[in-house]
């Protein structure tokens, strides 16, 4: 069983930058990061596979966060920039056993396991 621990995350100005690191319990493939706002679907963020570092990023994020893996240290991290208000949400880590076509990296459903989620408040 693989755990996924969340680092910290806090509260945040516009215009900031978080970083939030994924310390997985043993060896990782594809990982991700998804978000969550209380009353709506938990959403896709970013996602890497192991191996060839491909990656996926969701529209509302991209240029801005730069998801990146450190696989001796079983290690996923996000790097939040320019943060907007609208970033608010509890931010999940999330992995499979399988490396996923990138096209697949989106989808909820391919991760077997799951973070307990860490709150990123972007806020002045």
């Known amino acids: 069983q693989v755990q996924l621990v969340e680092s910290a995350g806090g509260l945040v100005q516009p215009g900031g930058s978080l970083r939030l690191s994924c310390q997985a319990s043993g060896r990782a493939n594809t990982m991700a990061w998804f978000r969550q706002v209380v009353g709506k679907e938990r959403e896709f963020v970013a996602a890497?596979?192991?191996?060839?570092?491909?990656?996926n990023y969701a529209d509302a994020v991209k240029g801005r966060f730069r998801i990146s893996r450190d696989d001796p240290k079983n290690q996923v991290h996000l790097q939040m920039n320019s943060l907007k208000p609208d970033d608010t949400a509890v931010y999940y880590c999330?992995?499979?056993?399988?490396?996923?076509?990138?096209?697949?990296?989106?989808?909820?459903?391919?991760?077997?396991?799951w973070g307990q989620g860490t709150q990123v408040t972007v806020s002045s």
């Open positions: 999330a992995e499979t056993t399988s490396n996923w076509i990138v096209s697949a990296m989106p989808r909820k459903e391919v991760y077997e396991f």
């Open positions: 890497i596979r192991r191996g060839d570092r491909a990656t």
